[in-house]
């Protein structure tokens, strides 16, 4: 059988999640390499064969973006596999052409092949883009869910800055939990806030093993999302935050938008602060998209 080589484009996170979702246990599919971009230091790695799998006995090598051209020429790749979030469509743009320069053919995953079912109740809160606000929303819903005796298991989007292969599945309990991994700064200012609040956070690479144990774990399950990445998990409810200092960027980012088109509600923060002749094109160009789905 010829198999069909493929690369996987991204960032530490929705990458792993899709490799794990779509082709690990693919006969057809070879994944010869993961193509970070975002997180320096983690390139000429490799992706451990504990979470690779048994077709990949030696792990699948870790290489920065700028080697595309040769690493597709190198393995013979057919295929080139989009997992990153948080671009503007004109980064959006001149990535895909790239990949296009290339010779192969590029492809984005769907909700549909990259979701997982849970058996409890899943609240999503997602974003436009970064810096919309959603730290601060996603709390409030904890603190809030936390005040009617509900256990909360916050599943964090991956950051997998340190070691992939001890870092599969994290569960914290407690701030003392924060000290057993080599955590960033910027993982503990996300994870401190909801174990103050008496959740559980879960984290990791293997979303699948995380899935199980959140719903071990917690009688309602919130997914805080990173960048403006959709969620792993399908949600129940399904929030999504966009910023009123910045208007257009809610219909003009990668894959903020489908997050927009999916929502069953839009928190608009930093009214306060804001035009507000930005306020009011927010709202019609949400009304434009929900339409748009009709």
Known sequence: MVKRKVIVVG??????????????NDPEIEVVAFLFTQIPGVEFRRCPPIFAGEKYPNGIPIYPLDMLPNIVKFF???????????????????LV???LSTGCS???????????????PVLAITAT???????????????????????????RH?????????????????????????????????YEPHLELGAVVLAGVD?????IEAERIGDVILWDGGNNDWPFFRPWYWIVVTDAIRPGIEVNAFPGE????????????????????????????IKKSIQLLK
Not at 82 to 91: F, V
Not at 265 to 282: D, F, R
């Open 207 to 211: 979303y699948r093993k995380i899935l």
């Open 76 to 94: 013979g790749v057919d295929e080139v596999i989009l997992s990153l979030s948080d671009l503007t469509y004109e980064e959006l743009g001149r």
């Open 11 to 24: 960032a530490g996170g929705r990458d792993f999640h899709n490799f794990n979702m779509v082709f690990k």
């Open 97 to 99: 052409s790239y990949i």
């Open 106 to 120: 590029f492809r984005i995953l769907g909700l549909r092949d990259t979701t997982l079912d849970s058996i409890k």
């Open 129 to 155: 883009k970064t810096g919309a606000g959603k730290s601060t929303v996603a709390r409030a819903f904890v603190k809030e869910l936390v005040s009617r005796k509900l256990m909360v298991a916050v599943v």
């Open 158 to 190: 991956p950051m997998v800055y340190g070691d992939i292969e001890h870092n599969l599945v994290q569960i914290f309990r407690s701030l003392d939990d924060l000290d057993r991994y080599s955590l960033t700064v910027e993982e503990r200012e996300e």
């Open 258 to 285: 489908v997050n927009l088109r999916l929502a069953d509600v839009v928190i608009i923060t930093k009214v306060g602060i804001a035009k507000s002749e930005y306020i009011k094109t927010i709202i019609e160009n």
